[in-house]
């Protein structure tokens, strides 16, 4: 369970010119739960410069760190942003117990967004904020099947997504749409250009199309007015929707046994417990 390359990473390194500014060293930005902590590494490569700030402004791993800390974790989990010497990953190291975002690989998501919007209608600031989001929830998925010893059955990567989506939709609103219609435009371009080969066949991982037809349904399971468009618009089969209520009952079923049961707040409902990632996300 070490280190976890995934298909989503695989992405060609980009060619990202930004401003140029002298690496300047900072301490680490601590999270407001004593059980997160939240680490951004200043980068050497000044290409990554407008990432680091953008990321520290936005307190993109606090926020998702304080809707894990909504968990009573038993030991310390770590959220760090780093170079990784060229390598666009992200991974949970149960070792360490710490969660790394490598800013190559957030730069590869910068790389495919559109510059103002798809045509797919999907938005630059959602093409970014939606994969990350979705990519730290699903390593922070890693890290709570590890830290609080969550038996799975299946296989762990696509628990690991389906735990990552449950919670981002628990978001609701504008937020969720956001990280579905991102994630769902990441998975899809990346998918463009992976191969279908024996090596996919055998990978931990699903296919990103897998992923992206994996999240279609959650969302419109989830909510099927709020996310009827995803039928309507053609993006999800209407074989595969007349089940995605089901799908996402059987997700929440697992998320309230198994999850639920560690949280610092008792939700006892759906409703609260969407206002408790709500308020946990917006630093509340
Ligand atoms: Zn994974």
Known sequence: ???RPSRWFALPLLGLVLPIE???ARGPVRAGSDCIRVVY???K????????ESMRRQRVLE????IVGLARLPTRLTYRLKECAGEPNAWYAPESRSVTLCYELVAGVHKVAPKTRSPAGVSHHDAIVGPVAQILMHESGHALFDLLRVPIFGREEDAADQLASYALLQLGGREARTVVNGSAYFFATTGKSEPIDHGGFADVHGFSWQRFYNLACLAYGSDEKRFGYVVAKGYLPKERAEGC???????AF???RLIVPHLRVRP??????RRAFRGAARGR
């Open 254 to 256: 697992a998320f309230d």
């Open 63 to 66: 926020r998702v760190g304080a």
């Open 245 to 251: 209520g089901e799908e996402y009952d059987q997700v």
């Open 41 to 43: 590494e200043a980068p």
């Open 45 to 52: 490569k000044a290409a990554f410069r407008e990432i680091y």
């Open 1 to 3: 369970m070490s280190r």
């Open 22 to 24: 002298a690496a300047e």
């Open 268 to 273: 006892g409902g759906g409703e609260r417990l």
